[in-house]
């Protein structure tokens, strides 16, 4: 694991005491929230804070909404869209090329969490348009076995892609947040194919756990009596190279 230590820079961290309570006001204004089980946030510490991601809506209701100032990871097209781009950069976002193999990145990945720092993932390494899950990449799970930090499941429901559609035009659709209690993935052994594999099994465990705090419409291929192939995907972090 790298040694490197993660510095938010200043103007990152002024420009994130600004946007996390405008960003709160916003959805309270436009919508119902509801936030369950607070309380499974640990108290402080590195762990992974790992969400479905149906629309673009999950990543700033989570982080803004998060007791602390968590970091986060997106595709790195955000960076090219405006007004996004412009909300990324402010808050100090970290930019993935998915479909990459990026050591750096992970490097970044990993000294986030050595500093002792939440950090934000969607095991499904990008937005599916769809409430129903699907099947995870491996990258959350490999960044958890390196880093030996605990798994903190959220369901996100509401977040659909005519959120916000629906709230400019007095809808108030109701949006929750339910966090369930950390747990830590089991340990990958083996080599080659057997690790993969295994980290592949974990990332789904993962998505079984996010499962278990949504409605039936959002279980998607973890699903009650699913039984899912042990089929290597490609990481969203390419993290190990083919």
């Not at 960003?23 to 804070?49: D, Q, T």
């Not at 756990?209 to 699913?226: D, F, N, Q, T, W």
Request: proline content about 8%.
């Amino acid at each position: 694991m790298t040694d490197k230590q993660y510095y938010v820079p200043l103007h990152n961290r002024l420009l994130r005491a600004v946007f996390r309570p405008v960003f709160r006001g916003l959805f309270h204004i436009l919508s119902g929230v509801r936030i369950v089980g607070k309380e499974n946030v640990p108290k402080s510490g590195a762990y992974l804070i790992t969400v479905n991601h149906v629309s673009l809506f999950e990543p700033p209701f989570t982080m803004a909404f998060w007791p602390v100032a968590a970091e986060g990871a997106g595709a790195v097209d955000i960076w090219d869209r405006t007004g996004q781009s412009l909300l990324v950069r402010g808050y100090g976002g970290i930019p993935v090329h998915r479909g990459e193999y990026d050591r750096k990145l992970i490097d970044t990945l990993l000294s986030v969490l050595k500093s002792g720092r939440p950090l934000l993932i969607a095991p499904e390494g990008g937005r599916t348009h769809t409430l129903a899950m699907r099947r995870a990449l491996p990258g959350a799970a490999y960044l958890a076995d390196l880093a030996s930090v605990p798994i903190v499941p959220v369901g996100i429901i509401g977040t659909n892609d005519d959120f916000l559609d629906r709230a400019l035009h007095g809808d108030r659709p109701q949006i929750e947040m339910r966090i369930g209690q950390p747990f830590m993935l089991p340990p990958i052994t083996g080599k080659g194919e057997q690790r993969r594999l295994a980290r592949q099994k974990n990332a789904d465990l993962i998505m079984y756990k996010i499962a278990a705090l949504l409605p039936p419409e959002y279980h998607g291929v973890y699903g009650e009596g699913s039984n899912l192939e042990p089929v290597i995907e490609p990481s969203v972090l390419q993290v190990e190279k083919q």
